[in-house]
Nanobody, 127 residues
């Protein structure tokens, strides 16, 4: 089982930047991928949406809404996953979660209950 802990959230103005970190401990199943999801402001946990993931071959996938603005990366030596968020918009506000879940589900909402989720970190972007 994997334990993950997010940090780096905060409040910024439109156009600002934040870098989220996710400390990872434990063993990751070889069928799992590391991902970032978010629960948009004012929406329920069931409405979490996929933001970005690192595939097993090292390639990355992004939601259309964040392409060109967000960058996912990892430091294997530090066992840390990052999400660099630039040009932030108010619609990016929400709780950001780091999660290890089956790669085959990708950034979809399929079976969100499966996976090792962190507690989340709050991101607020004001206009």
């Amino acid at each position: 089982q994997v334990q993950v802990a997010e940090s780096g959230g905060g409040s910024v103005q439109t156009g600002g930047s934040l870098r989220l970190s996710c400390a990872v401990s434990g063993s990751i199943y070889n069928t799992y991928c590391m991902m970032w999801f978010r629960q948009p402001a004012g929406k329920s946990r069931d409405e979490r949406e996929g933001v970005s993931m690192i595939n097993r071959d090292g390639s990355t996938t992004y939601a259309e809404s964040v392409k060109g603005r967000f960058t996912i990366s990892e430091d294997n030596a530090k066992r840390t996953l990052y999400l660099q968020m630039n040009t932030l918009r108010p619609t990016d506000s929400g709780i950001y979660y780091c999660v290890a879940r089956p790669c085959r589900y990708g950034l979809t909402r399929e079976l969100l209950g499966i996976g090792d989720w962190g507690q989340g970190t709050q991101v607020t972007v004001s206009s």
